[in-house]
């Protein structure tokens, strides 16, 4: 296929955290929000005069220093977040929002905050609880959290209007951008697609590390030019696979995956599309008041681990199940970071539950945080692949 326009600008972008597109916003003045998860919602901290940034550790190799502040039975990325911070990578930061869901990631940004590394005048570090159970006292719960530790600290620390008309036109450029991610990533559901998964998550991942409103140009454009682009006459991948897990902000995982032959039609991890880049509609007329409208969504929408009620634990394989299905995939491959306490039980779980009570072939892996030339994880979705294969000469998925 024809290379897509604005691809190679997005591959050198996400090369760094503070990118052209971050220092273009701060030099307007803008106040640069560091968010490390999926929970808090991101549409609140991209409200007028802030953005925010998903914070990662790309191209990183070695984790020396970040393990020794976090020993070596944490979680890779967590650790390679902080080897960043010690390195100097986040002094772009005015601000860091992380969630108490994950404890792992509540000691990397302790560490962050306690070690000074953000040395921007005012910089704050504020930790937000999360709930566990997706009922009405967890929507509260993350309304009151949101109401305290996200919206009223923006305000007080940065004047940041938190009305009701600034909410709103957030959410209006959050849809924008959804609206289009949507647009790029349904094309993944043709039998000749006309989008890699890898060139879909680069634009994916494009949208949680750089200012939304500076991202939409390029956005607008790719959209265009994809619905002439022409696919190649015979793709060339063996099978379709859906990917889900944990944290996935290197795309060259996905290029790997791709590379060996199994085409990424779906995401259904962090970082990715589902959940992450669907609308926000509110209801204006209902009275019920915007900000617990989208911590609703947001509880109702979270695919995590975290949330250990009966019916989100049995949700969650479902949700995989139906996006599988709708993007007619022939396998799941799950996987999750070394030493992650959460996927490291759902995974075992889904894994289990993916293949005995809807019958998909499924990968398990764990691995390193840093994987785009790992030849062990090669190795095993050419196995996979071939296994799948076999399975479809003989009639079953
Ligand atoms: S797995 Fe859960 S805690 Fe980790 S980033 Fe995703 S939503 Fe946040
Ligand atoms: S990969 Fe797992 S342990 Fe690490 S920050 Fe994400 S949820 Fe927490």
Same mark, same amino acid.
């Given at each position: ?13 996400? +090369? ?9 916003? $701060? ?73 108490? %869901? ?44 949101? $109401? ?18 600034? /909410? ?32 879909? %998550? ?35 991948? $063996? ?8 944290? /996935? ?43 617990? +409208? ?25 949700? /995989? ?21 959460? @996927? ?15 019958? @998909? ?15 062990? /994880? ?8 071939? $296994? ?10």
């Amino acid at each position: 296929m024809k290379d897509l326009k604005h691809l190679y600008y997005l591959e050198n972008l996400l +090369q760094e955290n503070n990118n052209e597109l971050v220092r273009q916003a $701060r030099e307007q003045g803008r106040k640069c929000v560091g968010t490390v998860c999926y929970q808090i919602p991101e549409v609140l901290l991209n409200l007028p005069g802030c953005f925010s940034v998903r914070m990662r550790a790309p191209r990183t190799s070695s984790m020396e220093m970040g393990t020794y502040y976090m020993t070596s039975l944490t979680c890779e990325y967590c650790r390679a977040l902080l080897e960043r911070g010690l390195e100097g990578g986040f002094q772009f930061l005015d601000c860091l929002f992380d969630p108490a %869901s994950c404890s792992q990631m509540a000691d990397c940004a302790e560490n962050i905050e306690k070690l000074e590394l953000c040395t921007a005048p005012g910089f704050f570090a504020q930790h937000v609880d999360t709930p566990m159970k997706d009922d009405e006292n967890g929507v509260s719960h993350m309304v009151n959290m949101c $109401r305290v530790r996200v919206l009223q600290k923006l305000h007080e620390a940065f004047g940041v209007d938190v009305s009701d008309e600034a /909410i709103l036109k957030a959410v209006e450029l959050h849809n924008e951008v959804c609206g289009l991610i949507t647009e790029l990533g349904r094309y993944r559901a043709e039998l000749r697609p006309r989008i890699t998964g890898y060139e879909f %998550s680069v634009f994916c991942l494009a949208t949680y590390c750089c200012p939304k409103d500076l991202l939409l140009p390029i956005l607008r454009e790719t959209a265009e030019e994809l619905k002439t682009r022409e696919p190649d006459e015979k793709p060339p991948y $063996r099978i379709r696979v859906a990917v889900a897990g944990a944290e /996935i902000d290197d795309p060259d995982f996905i290029k790997l995956i791709e590379d060996t032959g199994a085409y990424v039609a779906v995401d259904r991890y962090c970082f990715g599309s589902f959940p992450g880049r669907q609308r926000i509609e509110l209801d204006t007329e209902s009275g019920e008041d915007l900000l617990t +409208q989208i911590c609703r969504k947001y509880v109702a929408e979270c695919q995590c681990p975290r949330y250990m009620n009966t019916s989100k634990v049995a949700s969650r394989k479902a949700y /995989i199940d139906r996006l599988a299905r709708e993007y007619s995939c022939d396998g799941v491959i799950l996987q999750q970071i070394n030493f992650c306490n959460f @996927w490291g039980y759902e995974r075992a779980g889904a894994a289990h539950v993916l293949t005995t009570d809807y019958s @998909w072939p499924v990968l398990s892996i764990d691995r390193p945080y840093t994987v785009g030339m790992s030849g062990q /994880i090669r190795t095993r979705v050419q196995a996979f692949i071939e $296994r799948v294969e076999l399975k479809k000469m003989g009639g079953n998925r």
